[in-house]
């Protein structure tokens, strides 16, 4: 039978009894039930026995008895009579501080397992009682159970409490003084805050001086923050990641406004400090600074220190850091070293960039085998985007169909295709580039380029090669290689055939070879139908044929199909030109504008529309549009002088005009308007600069030079002008009006030449006026002829001869036109001006042979209709 435990606590005058276990084998001798203290004991084990305690057999004891039972020991009324407090108090005894030996271990305090069993809590060397031990007969409460409720005064009748709910409702919250110097500061902390996030606010919406304005206040206010705080309370309770934030940002904005030497010194209070952790991380930041400086040296130097404080964990932000450095090496020439740098980021985690960048220095070393490492390195970059089948159905469960459409065109699928695209663009750069000097030539380098591109998973890049071989064929003048390329196209598949085809009518259409751009332009129409390009090739060999209203039905499907087809729709425009169609014109141009912003000849024909409109403000206003963004073009400047001059505003005319003739001085035109405006104004000297141009640029025509001498005789300069007529007399010899200037200049002057000039003008006269009886009896002969074929049963003419002198120039619409203006101006009583003729002759008729046309001159101005006459006929199509 288990035995029952006695427990035993040593008393006074009995120290070191144990006490010995008792079974009940010991009631032999009659004792009754549980133990018998025999008579033979003496007094004083009556008085040990009263500390003996039975452990019965069965814990009857209640669970929470003791817990609310009070420990003498934490007394402190009595503290008064307690002899040695006071003395410990009166004395240093109480301040010594506890030896380190004795405090108590994690053994101290546990039970003392007895030989008996017993467990004999120890205290501690502190005097602390043990969470649950007994001490003095007091067992102390466990503080869970006490703080839960679970007491003995709960059983008296209290009620069941735990939340304290009776105490009633807490009393309301202390109201904040806005005058504390806490509640300054933390109002001055917040709006520090927002000034921060204002500022980044302004710049991700493009409006960068405002957000240094923010970023500069938020400067200021923290720094008045940093004071405030630092009056009232110790340095350490600075707010550090407020102050990091605030310069941070202020560098940002400064380097945003490309004040980068403002930006370089903040950032340089930040790395300096010592109290940033992270702050060395900011030298990436300097680095970009000097390299848009192009201090190329400080800004690899920047880099490598950013790159030595940057742990190995943050692999991606040392990878584009060593792409950086790669950058500034090439931008410094030292390609070897950019070269080390790429080929480690290829090797850690390969990236397009910098694929791509390694391609670009093994090519100005010119290594050759390099070159194709590298591009078939930068061919094994994952893409690590989803195919397009991911996004085709394969049955017909609506709700897979309908997650399809709804992530077929998401943002992310979008980021695919910028990626795959820009990696397309990578590769199609690099092959282009490396083509020609990675081999013998470059048809044998675009062949490796493709072989290998077609082991790749970029397939279908391939044949967008092969077309691209046959535009360099067309760089090189190589025509019949470019056609032989493009039409191994047409056994292939619909879309590439589509696109050879389409280049195919590009090219017949420029050798204006309008049948084999035809049926090019309908191979490739019929391989797709969805072909813009092809579309508006076959649109433009109908418009050169003449079909019009044909041309405009494949433009406007081209649109349907593919409604920023820009060519299409400004072809569109010009066939409602020709069809007379002009408002329809009109919405086309301004269609295109909307999406070609800065396209000079979009304005250009806009305002050619209303100039055919008769509105000549709105031309003027669209004209200028075009000056802004051709500001040097002289044909448009000479446009707006016209229109001022149409509409009476001479100042602003003759500016247009002389800057056309500062940017182009050849326009004969724009001369004889400034010529005119000087003799109109009285200022012939001025003039005769300009018209002595013109005799430089016309050389055989005689009418400038008259005009040169002209403006002398009217500026008074006689003795000039009697020089100028002797130079134009031996040049001229059967000019009349040189002849009649110079006996009128003799007569005035009373010079002895006088009777030696009037005897050539009579001879020259009479010789002008045989002449002019010769083509008036021919013009008669001709007419005479012509009615005699009419009356003879409508005869072809085949007999009418026509002498060669009769097609001789006999005026020239620019004589009469500066005649005409010059028969407006003052002074025409004049020799030259009244004489029978009325204007000046600008012919000049050769003594030797027949008289010489007027020349066409290779520095003539275009005029509207030759700039845009290529448009007309078709636009310069890109190669699909």
């Given at each position: 039978m288990r035995p029952a435990l006695v427990s035993w606590q040593p008393g006074a005058g009995h120290q070191g009894i144990a006490a010995a276990p008792v079974t009940r084998a010991t009631r032999a001798g009659g004792l009754g039930p549980g133990l018998r203290i025999g008579p033979?004991?003496?007094?004083?084990?009556?008085?040990?026995?009263?500390?003996?305690?039975?452990?019965?057999?069965?814990?009857?004891?209640?669970?929470?008895?003791?817990?609310?039972?009070?420990?003498?020991?934490?007394?402190?009324?009595?503290?008064?009579?307690?002899?040695?407090?006071?003395?410990?108090?009166?004395?240093?005894?109480?301040?010594?501080?506890?030896?380190?030996?004795?405090?108590?271990?994690?053994?101290?305090?546990?039970?003392?397992?007895?030989?008996?069993?017993?467990?004999?809590?120890?205290?501690?060397?502190?005097?602390?009682?043990?969470?649950?031990?007994?001490?003095?007969?007091?067992?102390?409460?466990?503080?869970?159970?006490?703080?839960?409720?679970?007491?003995?005064?709960?059983?008296?009748?209290?009620?069941?409490?735990?939340?304290?709910?009776?105490?009633?409702?807490?009393?309301?919250l202390e109201m904040k003084n806005p005058d504390s110097s806490e509640e300054k500061i933390r109002q001055l902390e917040k709006k520090v805050n927002e000034l921060v996030e204002e500022s980044c606010i302004a710049n991700s919406c493009g409006d960068l001086k405002l957000a240094l304005e923010k970023a500069k206040e938020a400067g200021r206010k923290e720094r008045v923050l940093v004071r405030q705080r630092e009056q009232i309370s110790t340095p350490e309770n600075i707010n550090l990641d407020l102050t990091y934030s605030v310069l941070f940002n202020l560098a940002s904005q400064y380097a945003a406004n490309e004040m980068y030497a403002e930006a370089l010194n903040t950032y340089q209070v930040i790395v300096k400090n010592k109290m940033f952790s992270n702050g060395g991380r900011l030298k990436v930041n300097m680095g970009n600074i000097y390299l848009k400086q192009r201090n190329y040296s400080k800004a690899i130097k920047f880099y490598r220190m950013a790159l030595d404080q940057i742990p190995s964990v943050h692999k991606e932000m040392r990878i584009n850091i060593m792409q950086n450095i790669g950058v500034a090496f090439i931008k410094t020439g030292q390609y070897i070293d950019a070269i080390s740098s790429f080929e480690h980021i290829m090797s850690m985690s390969?990236?397009?960039?910098?694929?791509?960048?390694?391609?670009?220095?093994?090519?100005?070393?010119?290594?050759?085998?390099q070159m194709k490492k590298a591009f078939q390195k930068l061919i094994a970059v994952p893409l690590e985007v989803d195919y397009d089948d991911k996004y085709i159905s394969t049955n017909d469960d609506p709700h897979t169909n309908l997650l399809i459409e709804a992530i077929k065109n998401d943002s992310l699928r979008q980021i695919e295709r910028e990626r795959k695209s820009m990696a397309e663009e990578y590769i199609m750069t690099a092959a282009k580039l490396i083509a020609p000097v990675i081999e013998t030539s470059f048809a044998v380098g675009y062949d490796w380029c493709v072989e290998v591109v077609k082991a790749s998973h970029y397939v279908e890049l391939a044949n967008?090669?092969?077309?691209?071989?046959?535009?360099?064929?067309?760089?090189?003048?190589?025509?019949?290689?470019?056609?032989?390329?493009?039409?191994?196209?047409?056994?292939?598949?619909?879309?590439?055939?589509?696109?050879?085809?389409?280049?195919?009518?590009?090219?017949?259409?420029?050798?204006?070879?309008?049948?084999?751009?035809?049926?090019?332009?309908?191979?490739?129409?019929?391989?797709?139908?969805?072909?813009?390009?092809?579309?508006?090739?076959?649109?433009?060999?109908?418009?050169?044929?003449?079909?019009?209203e044909k041309a405009a039905e494949f433009y406007k499907e081209a649109l349907r199909n593919d409604s920023s087809c820009t060519e299409a729709l400004y072809n569109l425009g010009l066939t409602y030109k020709k069809l007379s169609r002009i408002d329809e014109a009109l919405d086309c141009f301004l269609k295109l504008h909307a999406i070609l912003r800065n396209s000079a000849q979009v304005l250009h024909q806009i305002a050619n529309i209303y100039e055919m409109m008769d509105d000549?403000?709105?031309?003027?206003?669209?004209?200028?549009?075009?000056?802004?963004?051709?500001?040097?073009?002289?044909?448009?400047?000479?446009?707006?002088?016209?229109?001022?001059?149409?509409?009476?505003?001479?100042?602003?005319?003759?500016?247009?005009?002389?800057?056309?003739?500062?940017?182009?001085?050849?326009?004969?035109?724009?001369?004889?308007?400034?010529?005119?405006?000087?003799?109109?104004?009285?200022?012939?000297?001025?003039?005769?600069?300009?018209?002595?141009?013109?005799?430089?640029?016309?050389?055989?025509?005689?009418?400038?030079?008259?005009?040169?001498?002209?403006?002398?005789?009217?500026?008074?300069?006689?003795?000039?002008?009697?020089?100028?007529?002797?130079?134009?007399?031996?040049?001229?010899?059967?000019?009349?009006?040189?002849?009649?200037?110079?006996?009128?200049?003799?007569?005035?002057?009373?010079?002895?030449?006088?009777?030696?000039?009037?005897?050539?003008?009579?001879?020259?006269?009479?010789?002008?006026?045989?002449?002019?009886?010769?083509?008036?009896?021919?013009?008669?002969?001709?007419?005479?002829?012509?009615?005699?074929?009419?009356?003879?049963?409508?005869?072809?003419?085949?007999?009418?001869?026509?002498?060669?002198?009769?097609?001789?120039?006999?005026?020239?619409?620019?004589?009469?036109?500066?005649?005409?203006?010059?028969?407006a101006l003052p002074g025409t009583s004049e020799p030259y001006e009244s004489s029978s003729s009325k204007e000046i002759d600008a012919s000049y008729v050769d003594p030797l042979g027949p008289q010489a046309e007027r020349p066409k001159t290779a520095a003539r101005k275009r005029t509207e209709e030759d700039d845009f006459a290529d448009e007309e006929l078709g636009e310069d199509l890109l190669p699909e």
């Open positions: 033979g004991l003496p007094a004083a084990g009556e008085k040990m026995m009263q500390n003996v305690h039975l452990a019965p057999e069965e814990d009857e004891d209640d669970l929470y008895s003791g817990y609310n039972d009070y420990n003498p020991t934490f007394d402190t009324e009595d503290l008064e009579n307690d002899i040695g407090f006071q003395q410990a108090a009166r004395t240093s005894h109480g301040r010594r501080p506890p030896v380190t030996a004795k405090i108590p271990g994690t053994s101290a305090s546990r039970p003392l397992g007895t030989a008996f069993g017993s467990k004999a809590t120890l205290t501690s060397s502190m005097g602390r009682p043990m969470t649950g031990a007994i001490q003095d007969g007091v067992s102390r409460p466990m503080t869970a159970v006490h703080a839960a409720g679970y007491t003995k005064a709960a059983m008296r009748g209290s009620l069941f409490d735990p939340l304290g709910q009776a105490r009633g409702p807490a009393p309301p390969p990236n397009l960039k910098a694929g791509f960048n390694l391609i670009l220095c093994y090519f100005a070393i010119g290594d050759s085998e967008d090669l092969e077309i691209n071989k046959a535009t360099t064929y067309l760089r090189q003048q190589d025509f019949n290689q470019a056609l032989e390329t493009l039409k191994m196209f047409e056994k292939k598949d619909s879309r590439v055939k589509s696109a050879a085809a389409t280049n195919l009518s590009f090219l017949y259409y420029l050798e204006n070879e309008l049948a084999q751009a035809s049926n090019y332009a309908d191979l490739a129409v019929n391989s797709d139908r969805y072909n813009p390009a092809a579309l508006t090739n076959k649109g433009n060999t109908v418009f050169a044929n003449g079909d019009y000549p403000n709105q031309a003027i206003e669209w004209l200028m549009q075009l000056i802004s963004v051709v500001p040097t073009d002289p044909h448009v400047l000479s446009k707006l002088g016209k229109l001022y001059d149409n509409e009476g505003d001479k100042s602003q005319a003759f500016h247009y005009y002389y800057e056309s003739y500062r940017y182009f001085p050849s326009n004969i035109e724009v001369i004889e308007w400034l010529g005119a405006y000087y003799i109109d104004t009285q200022f012939c000297e001025k003039a005769i600069e300009y018209f002595e141009r013109a005799a430089l640029i016309l050389p055989t025509q005689v009418k400038w030079q008259l005009m040169v001498a002209s403006c002398y005789r009217r500026s008074g300069n006689y003795q000039k002008a009697l020089e100028k007529y002797k130079v134009i007399h031996r040049k001229f010899p059967e000019n009349v009006e040189c002849l009649r200037f110079l006996v009128r200049l003799c007569t005035d002057m009373g010079l002895k030449e006088v009777q030696e000039y009037m005897t050539k003008l009579k001879k020259v006269e009479k010789l002008k006026e045989i002449r002019e009886q010769r083509i008036k009896s021919g013009r008669d002969g001709s007419a005479r002829s012509r009615k005699e074929g009419n009356a003879g049963g409508g005869s072809s003419g085949r007999n009418c001869k026509t002498h060669p002198a009769y097609l001789t120039n006999t005026g020239g619409t620019k004589g009469e036109k500066l005649s005409a203006k010059l028969k």
